[in-house]
């Protein structure tokens, strides 16, 4: 089973940047396809983004869309979300998720890591 560390989150201010990480192990990264999903206080869990093994296709939710982005590195094992003019709905507490397939849905997933804190203020 896949083992997935989430960094890079903190507190940044609206309309800032952040980088997020997810370093992954266990499997045969480079065929995996990656999900970010984010989950805000007394939310379910919600899809952000995806990016299939080459990073030849990625996909977003709508409510990020043209503010992140998705990218990997299969020879670091790493993959990235670039967030940028964040806003205050941002905030949440972030995950990554590795698959088969971009499914867009948390209820597929069973394996994730601790997650990392986003924190948008206005």
Known sequence: QVQLVE???GLVQAGGSLRLSCAASGRAFSSTV???FRQAPGKEREFVGAINWSGSI???ADSVKGRFTISRDNAKNTVSLQMSSL???DTAVYYCAAGQLITTSPRLYDNWGQGTQVTVSS
């Open 7 to 9: 960094s890079g989150g």
């Open 34 to 36: 990656m999900e970010w």
């Open 58 to 60: 990625t996909k977003y």
């Open 87 to 89: 806003k205050p709905e």
